[in-house]
């Protein structure tokens, strides 16, 4: 049974006519709903392990949202977990381990759908020790698992960026999320070029090489994320049409087993892929698309 726990999260927008107060009541309704969207599917996986599509079907919480502080479009919302009665809003606790696994993991889904870069393993790993430490009975999100919530979290995401990129009405927007006495920011903010990286993607002309260890695979989508060394970070990919023979998949699948297993230098924990590059308008590499995979030497 999870105790109750609750997590304040604010959307705030700045810029341009919202910074009188105004901003378009369409374009703005649209950001509520794609805000509380995102974060109902998150909170629904930290809590049940699983996902899910409709925002409705969240299970063991409760999202409420406050009218904007005065003079702003600064939104307050408030995530009550582990009961959903009104008369814990205010009463329950917000500085525990349960609140931290939902910023971690908002975090993580928020700045990497916007090009940013988060050490998922770095992030979430001491967190969830010390939940377990406290007999917090949840499971531990996979990578992967946040990798498919990045999925279904990304029109949700770029709807709050319409006050932005429709009408200018705002400039910017802020997520931040209150962790004990501290109001601290997500890793990345939403601007017109955070949009632009969400909305247009372009494939480069030439392919090449890459070699690395797969971090994380979806079987039913035939995406994944794999560590480039050269790169300095995991890179999104997804296996072509033509490429996703039974060798390939066998190839990505061994190595994300090695890996996970702290079996690294083990034979077959390196890939081979070679891709074409997605990237965005402004040429940030968003992911791979790979036309042929294979164990590493053996391509």
Known sequence: MIQPAQVDVTLAFSGGSSNQALIDFY????????????LALTTHLVLNG???????SLKGARIYVAPPEYGSWKIPAYIVMGATGLYHLGTAPKDT??????????????????GGNVDYNKSLGQIYEEAQKEGLPLK??????ADSLIEKCSTAIKDMHRPIAMTGTANA??????????QVPLSTKLSISTFEFM???RQSQNAERVVGRISSYNSNTFKGRIYIKSFGRPVGFEIAQQARTKQAVQAITTSLHLNANGMGDRSGALVSMVVFRLES??????????TAVAKHGEA
């Not at 699983?50 to 409705?56: S, V």
């Not at 349960?98 to 908002?106: A, E, N």
């Not at 927007?173 to 004990?180: E, L, R, T």
Request: charged residues 10%.
């Open 27 to 38: 374009d703005v309704s649209q950001a509520l709903i794609g805000f509380q969207r995102s």
């Open 50 to 56: 699983e996902i899910i599509t409709q925002a409705p």
């Open 97 to 114: 381990p349960l609140g931290h696994i939902v910023f971690s993991v908002y975090n993580y889904v928020v700045s990497e759908t916007l």
């Open 140 to 145: 531990p999100v996979t990578e992967g698992q």
């Open 173 to 182: 927007a802020a997520i931040s999320i209150s962790v004990g006495a501290s």
């Open 199 to 201: 909305n247009e993607t």
């Open 281 to 290: 308008k402004a040429g940030h590499l968003k992911s791979l698309l790979a």
